[in-house]
């Protein structure tokens, strides 16, 4: 099976999009389930009528699976969900691709951060070194707990207060953000009141 999906990306980057068909319709005969020759199929079908911009997502999707795998078929899922090509024409979606790839390249994901950090011993310099110079990208809840407990652990009060303003539009239903907002809230209201003036 891997055999065909290598071959039929082969396929499909000489433009040979007839055989990256075939190839990809025989992995999904055997495992109709299998993501890279769903998308794969897909961007081959696409590109019988709009090739450059088929070629450009899956030029992006292959950029994906190297800077970003665990999350690589749903990204490019939700752009070809969401993809109106009468509302794109092809160089704003080569643009529009390019400036995600760009921001892939320019960003960390939660556990290559937590990596960082581990290889620089202390988490509140990773954290600042990372935040300068790129984005770090949470794609899991459990993830982004576990980033609030460690700013708190490393008194970074301030940024955990804005990261949980965040969470409490996009989580409104989790108690977890709230009751730690409410105590940082609480916290800096404490220390205001015993600053003296």
Known sequence: MDKFL???KNNFFKREYKSALVKYS???EKAPQNKDAK????LTDMAFDNEEEAMA???YYEASKFYNPS???SIIENIIESLSMENLNSIELINALDRQLDMLRDSLTYEEFLDFANERGDFKTALEDAMFNMKIIIYKKE???DFINRLLDNNCLELALNYLELSLILYPDES???KIFNQIQNQNSIE???RPR
């Open 39 to 42: 998308i794969g199929a897909v």
């Open 192 to 194: 205001n009141k015993n």
């Open 26 to 28: 025989l992995v999904l």
């Open 143 to 145: 993830d982004f707990i």
């Open 57 to 59: 997502l899956f030029e």
């Open 176 to 178: 977890f953000f709230q």
């Open 6 to 8: 290598e071959e039929a």
């Open 71 to 73: 999350d690589a078929e």
